[in-house]
């Protein structure tokens, strides 16, 4: 099991930064992959970028070239730096931790970090 908790949404303008922090209960070379989905009201939720155990990375084409995945691992953390940031990224952001078994794989969410991009 892992508990994650992230940190670091708020309101920007648009064409500004913002760095979302995801920390997990245990050592995220434990983990499978860990990565950021984000939610819109109305919209379903999509995913916005992967990082894996390996440190292969993964983003949606929408945020390809303005976010970055990273991690520190002696702090157990996973961060998503955003840049050159657009309404349309208004969203709930929430961290997301995969761990596979023989047996079955494992997904456990964070609360979520709320991200608004004014116009």
């Known amino acids: 099991q892992v508990q994650l908790m992230e940190s670091g949404g708020g309101l920007v303008q648009a064409g500004g930064s913002l760095r979302l922090s995801c920390a997990a209960s245990?050592?995220?070379?434990?983990?499978?992959?860990m990565g950021w989905y984000r939610q819109a009201p109305g919209k379903q939720r999509e995913l916005v970028a992967t990082?894996?155990?390996?440190?292969?990375?993964n983003y949606a084409d929408s945020v390809k070239g303005r976010f970055t995945i990273s991690r520190d691992t002696a702090e157990n953390t996973v961060y998503l730096q955003m840049s050159s940031l657009k309404p349309e990224d208004t969203a709930v952001y929430l961290c997301?931790?995969?761990?596979?078994?023989?047996?079955?794989?494992?997904?456990?969410w964070g609360q979520g970090a709320q991200v608004t991009v004014s116009s």
């Open positions: 990082i894996t155990s390996g440190g292969s990375t």
């Open positions: 245990r050592s995220i070379f434990s983990i499978n992959a």
């Open positions: 997301n931790a995969r761990i596979a078994t023989r047996n079955r794989e494992y997904i456990y």
